[in-house]
């Protein structure tokens, strides 16, 4: 599908054939598991607020609706493409189908850079986008929720243009809403507490005891900033975080409250006291026991692979690894890998409590939410676990084999309309 032609839609092409191959997929059968169902792209004019006029370009990817509506999240990134968005669609899908979820996976993004603009520019990006996106979503259709870029405040506002237009309020539209309007508690922290969650299953697994283990984390956004604070809370010196504009460095390690009250009101860690600045390229080849990259794409490469120096690689971002690099990694039994599927998928399965929650108008407590959250986070590492251990296979390997066996086998028992 030369329409999607990017990196990574092309690396989330080739981590498929490599498990449709271990799975000896029918030839017949490829095709429509892998490829997306349906796209839409979209023009987006704005007004700006020095009277000028903007024109953005939008996307949505739904990737498969075998087994419910679509669910994924909305990012603005100025290198957002339809290739990129249908990766991450892709990867939803596995994730979700590994965790269980009812859902197929689905992305969508805007092609801009919200650090330069202002708040009614990205309100009134967001209602037009919404506008454009109406006969595509619905909550039993496709349901965002944020990601790169976006936050509780523009699913708000996603969640008030389709409701006006529905003529009453629709909560289950969006997830990653602030609570006061739906949202569920514990969603914002969920990714980053799985990723925490997790690295405690992989440090049992291997045998590395957390409180005296190391970890650094590359984008201290949602997901790094909550993920290094989970680390911390199981007694992890966090010795390096970055953002996009560079890295900080501290070998006794980093006083994450502080730095919450820092990146607060400066909006970058960069320049933060006690702490040496650090390239983001020096920051993913730092020797310590964890490293959770949490920011983009492809940023393990055939480059850097051969250098990380770390026990427990945590995928906290989507697609952060190469097949490349893969394929140097696998080499390296030193290294025990959460692969993204598993480790960021505490986000998509909070949303989905979310989506329940505003179906059912029926709101849980945060204990009762993590308690769920882990629960359903152990059975998927675990049965990742035991297939990697009894099949010989890496831990990405199984863990994509688990979802799209089910997507397949869900595709397979529906039949093909006509
Ligand atoms: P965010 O916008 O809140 O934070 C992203 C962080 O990455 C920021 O600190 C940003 O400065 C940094 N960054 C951007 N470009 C960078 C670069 N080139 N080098 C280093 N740092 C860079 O986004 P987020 O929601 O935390 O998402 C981060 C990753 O996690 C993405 O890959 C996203 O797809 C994935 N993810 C997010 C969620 C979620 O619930 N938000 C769920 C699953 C996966």
């Known amino acids: 599908m030369e329409i999607y032609d990017h990196p990574s839609f092309n690396m989330a092409c080739r981590q498929f054939d490599l ?3 271990y799975l ?32 953005f370009t939008g996307y949505r990817v739904q990737h498969h609706l075998t087994l419910g509506p679509t669910k994924g999240g909305l990012r603005y990134h100025p290198d957002v493409t339809l290739g990129e968005v249908a990766a991450l669609a892709m990867w939803m899908s596995w994730k979700c189908a590994l965790t269980g979820l009812p859902y197929g996976g689905a992305k969508g993004g805007i092609s801009c850079d919200p650090t330069k603009m202002t708040r009614t520019e990205l309100e009134r990006l967001t209602r037009r986008y919404t506008q454009e996106m109406m006969p595509f979503i619905g909550p039993q259709v496709d349901v965002m929720a944020p990601d790169l870029g976006t936050n509780e405040q523009v699913m708000a506002w996603i969640m008030d243009t389709y409701s006006v237009h529905a003529g009453c309020t ?3 539209i969006v997830t990653g809403k602030p609570v006061g309007l739906g949202g569920s508690l514990g969603r914002r922290e969920a990714t980053g507490r799985g990723v925490g969650y997790l690295v405690n299953r992989a440090s049992d697994t291997i045998g590395l005891d957390l409180t005296k283990a190391s970890a650094v984390v590359q984008g201290y956004g949602n997901v790094g900033s909550i993920a290094a604070l989970s680390l911390a809370r199981y007694g992890v010196k966090v010795i390096a975080v970055s953002d996009v504009q560079g890295g900080i460095h501290n070998s006794n390690g980093l006083n994450l409250w502080e ?11 960069v320049g933060f006291p006690e702490s040496e600045p650090i390239t983001n390229d020096q920051l993913l080849v730092l020797p310590c026991d964890i490293l959770v990259p949490a920011a983009l794409e492809r940023q393990i490469t055939e480059t850097n692979a051969g250098k990380i120096q770390c026990r427990i690689l945590a995928e906290a971002a989507n697609g952060p690894t190469t097949p490349e690099a893969d394929e140097i990694i696998k080499q390296r039994p030193d290294i025990f890998v959460l692969p993204d599927v598993l480790c960021n998928a505490g986000g998509v399965v909070v949303s989905y409590f979310e989506w329940v929650q505003d179906l059912q108008s029926f709101f849980w407590g945060e204990t009762e939410v993590v308690d769920k959250l882990f629960r359903i986070l152990e059975t998927a590492y675990t049965q990742i676990v035991t297939l990697a251990r009894k099949q010989k296979l890496p831990m990405r390997m199984a863990a994509l084999s688990l979802g799209i066996k089910r997507v397949q086998e869900a595709k397979r028992i529906r039949g093909l309309f006509p």
């Open 19 to 21: 498990v449709a191959d």
């Open 259 to 269: 730095l919450e009250k820092y990146t607060a009101t400066r909006m970058t860690v």
């Open 170 to 172: 629709v909560p289950g």
């Open 24 to 55: 000896q997929m029918d030839e017949s059968e490829r095709d429509r598991v892998k490829y997306p169902k349906r796209s839409l792209t979209v023009a987006l004019p704005i007004h700006c607020d020095n009277g000028s006029t903007r024109v």
